[in-house]
């Protein structure tokens, strides 16, 4: 009977050390409470504003010449015509140059979150003597909470450069 105790007894001080070595994170909390978040968050909407007021600005100017075009009816010519079409072939095309430009930026500014994110978790795991970091929408039960000292990591993180 006490030899049966004693295995009983060495097993669950292995399974609680080893669920020591367990710690998890709420992801979207440490997002929100990033402050690097919000401010490039809102980096991302002025630059997004900007590249809508030139785009707007444009598309009037393409509208008011084709109704232009469409006052004159048929008298409008052919090369008038072909303007207002390089113009909106050139407008499509800025567009999207505009737009895979925002696309870039906002990828390399969701990158360096994400792997500021990583570090935190890296050397919160390191100091709390953790073996693996899950996020804490795959555990059901068991591991240690380290979603509040993530968010106090990321506070002293070098800042994100919004000028890069």
């Known amino acids: 009977m006490k030899k049966l105790l004693m295995t009983v007894s060495s097993f669950i001080f292995a399974a609680n050390m080893f669920a020591a070595g367990i710690g998890y994170i709420d992801t979207q909390i440490v997002i929100q409470k990033y402050p690097e978040t919000a401010k490039t968050q809102a980096y991302l909407e002025t630059k997004k504003a900007d590249m809508q007021k030139i785009l707007d600005e444009a598309k009037k100017k393409i509208e008011d010449k084709e109704a232009e075009l ?4 048929a008298a409008a010519t052919e090369k008038e015509k072909q303007e207002v079409e390089e113009e909106k072939a050139t407008f499509k095309s800025k567009y999207e140059e505009m737009q895979q430009s925002l696309d870039q930026v906002q990828y390399t500014m969701f990158e360096k979150l994400k792997s500021d994110i ?11 003597k953790m073996d693996i970091v899950l996020d804490k929408q795959v555990v059901y039960y068991g591991g240690t909470d380290i979603t509040d000292d993530v968010s106090k990591f990321l506070v002293g993180i070098e800042k994100i450069d919004l000028k890069k």
């Open 118 to 128: 990583n570090v935190a978790i890296k050397e919160v795991a390191k100091e709390k």
């Open 70 to 73: 469409d006052k004159k009816g």
